[in-house]
């Protein structure tokens, strides 16, 4: 049974920095894409990053290109979002996702984690 747990969220002031991990179980970690995404209140859940299994392919949202860095440390099974120069319209519950193919929507993912939470404080 695969499990993704979300941790690393956290209130922080905009400019500022937070890190983000997704521990995964269940499944041969190295074998599938793994992704971010995030919702924020009111609005639908949103594509933010996305990294194949070896960790060579990456692909980032616009709003998020530039500031957010995703990796992956297959030794450890550990999905990583690293997320820099903040902004109040960050603030949203961001998940990690896996699945058996790279891609950019929801229904690309089978498996999901229950987030976390990132607040950005202006």
């Known amino acids: 049974q695969v499990q993704l747990v979300e941790s690393g969220g956290g209130l922080v002031q905009a400019g500022g920095s937070l890190r983000l991990s997704c521990a995964a179980s269940g499944r041969t970690f190295s074998h599938y894409e793994m992704a971010w995404f995030r919702q924020a209140p009111g609005k639908e859940r949103e594509f933010v990053a996305a990294?194949?299994?070896?960790?060579?392919?990456?692909h980032y949202s616009d709003s998020v290109k530039g500031r957010f860095f995703i990796s992956r440390d297959n030794a450890k099974n550990t999905l990583f979002l690293h997320m820099n120069s903040l902004k109040p319209e960050d603030t949203a519950v961001y998940y990690c996702?896996?699945?058996?193919?790279?891609?950019?929507?929801?229904?690309?993912?089978?498996?999901w984690g229950r987030g976390t939470q990132v607040t950005v404080s202006s």
């Open positions: 990294i194949s299994w070896g960790g060579g392919s990456t």
């Open positions: 996702a896996q699945g058996a193919t790279q891609g950019f929507t929801q229904q690309d993912y089978p498996y």
